[in-house]
């Protein structure tokens, strides 16, 4: 919420203190009670509002310079410059701007500094060398008894926001916290490996945005939008972690072989980069896993005579995502016959056929928050699993929605599963 501003007779009432203490600013905090940098601050805006001499400023004006003639000439005073801006050790140099004259001299420039996107990438890869250290390494687990081995499931999930907050009374939907999200990520994966065909191989495409945000601070990392939370950052990170082996050991017990990619995306880009690096060390003694642990933002996948493709969508859309996807994978587009592609990001259905592949978009399982609600972006809620042949490209889906799926999630012994109609 900004700060109001400070009043006409505030400022008055420390200019006066300033003069009755002999322009003292130490003195003046301590009659008022108030910091320093308050004083400071009130004197410049008494100096700005004209409350110093010559006079008053005009409603919404400042004064911003003085000139006073000195015999023939006129001497011009401005405002006193800040202190000696220094670039954060945290940051790098962005976007100059320069205002130059007719000779190409500088006049004024502006500065724009951002974060250290390589520090941060080294501190990332830092803090994932060291997890890889020490982190206990999953068991190997006993496989079904029978797959077919021609066809690969795709358990696709987009923008699952773990720990974003939505009220029903103000979205005219569902509720949403970190607990629902949980409960219903889990409820919907226990109901999809049920009911979907017995693949050999299966593939967990989950396209970004799993967690809302990306920090200590309930903002997007780029822009920092403000976003509407419900959680504590280490309290999404456990359950993140919890969702995500819970679903990869029910997998398991489902199919022979589990391919995992956690997409890169725009809320949570070093949450999915730290992801990938546990999980492919936490897998490491698992023969019947494999995660994309690359660190880029298009993700490929080879099943026999099939290519599929992933990316979150926030840096290429459905229209314009199938050349990027050939060109970077040129060799596995060239030698396949079908060719699918999954983005998500903006939690709505689409579908688009290309001359070079399939394009589609998912919706997402997330209830809307507030700002999707008031700027009226009313998509559906549902998650896909999608099975593709080796020879004959994609064969069968099935679509379940939150509704079908609640309840479906294994009883409280976690041993039998609830056997509800999805």
Do not use: C
């Not at 299966?202 to 601070?217: K, M, N, P």
Request: proline fraction near 5%; charged fraction near 25%; avoid cysteine.
């Amino acid at each position: 919420m900004p700060t109001p501003p400070v009043t006409d007779e505030k400022v008055a009432a420390t200019l006066a203190a300033y003069l009755a203490n002999d322009k003292n600013q130490a003195h003046t905090a301590k009659a008022l009670g108030i910091s320093r940098d308050s004083v400071q601050r009130h004197i410049r805006l008494a100096a700005e509002r004209g409350m110093m001499g010559p006079e008053g400023t005009l409603p919404g004006y400042v004064i911003s310079s003085l000139s006073k003639k000195v015999g023939n000439s006129y001497v011009k005073q401005v405002k006193a410059p800040g202190e000696i801006f220094e670039i954060p050790p945290t940051h790098v140099t962005g976007k100059i701007t320069v205002n130059r004259d007719s000779d190409g001299r500088i006049i004024q420039d502006w500065l724009r500094v951002e974060p250290d996107k390589a520090a941060q990438q080294e501190a990332m890869q830092a803090a994932i060398a060291a997890l890889m250290e020490d982190l206990p390494r999953a068991e190997p687990v006993t496989g079904p008894s029978y797959t077919i081995d021609t066809l690969l499931n795709q358990y696709t999930i987009t923008d699952v926001h773990l720990g974003a907050l939505a009220d029903s009374d103000e979205t005219g939907n569902d509720d949403w916290d970190l607990k629902i999200g949980e409960r219903l990520v889990d409820d919907w994966f226990a109901a999809a490996i049920d009911l979907a065909p017995p693949s050999e191989m299966a593939i967990l495409a989950q396209l970004g945005d799993l967690v809302h945000w990306d920090g200590f601070e309930a903002v997007t990392p780029t822009h920092r939008h403000v976003l509407d939370g419900d959680s504590r950052f280490d309290k999404m990170v456990r359950v993140a972690i919890r969702v995500i082996r819970k679903i990869i050991a029910r997998l398991l017990g489902k199919h022979s072989r589990v391919h995992i990619i956690m997409a890169d995306a725009n809320h949570d880009p070093a949450s999915e980069a730290w992801l990938r690096g546990m999980l492919a060390a936490f897998y490491d003694h698992e023969p019947r896993v494999t995660v994309d642990d690359s660190a880029g933002t298009y993700y490929a996948y080879r099943h026999g005579n099939v290519s599929l493709f992933f990316h979150h969508g926030h840096r290429r859309k459905i229209g314009n995502v199938d050349s990027v996807f050939a060109g970077r994978y040129r060799e596995m587009f060239g030698t396949t016959k079908y060719s699918y592609a999954h983005i998500g990001h903006l939690h709505s259905d689409e579908l688009k056929s290309t001359n070079l592949m399939k394009v589609e978009r998912h919706e997402t399982l997330a209830a809307p928050d507030a700002y999707a609600a008031n700027g009226g972006w009313l998509s559906g809620r549902s998650a896909k699993v999608i099975t593709y042949h080796k020879e004959y490209g994609e064969v069968a889906r099935l679509t379940l929605t939150p509704g079908m799926v609640g309840g479906y999630r294994t009883a409280a012994n976690d041993n039998e599963p609830v056997r509800e109609a999805a």
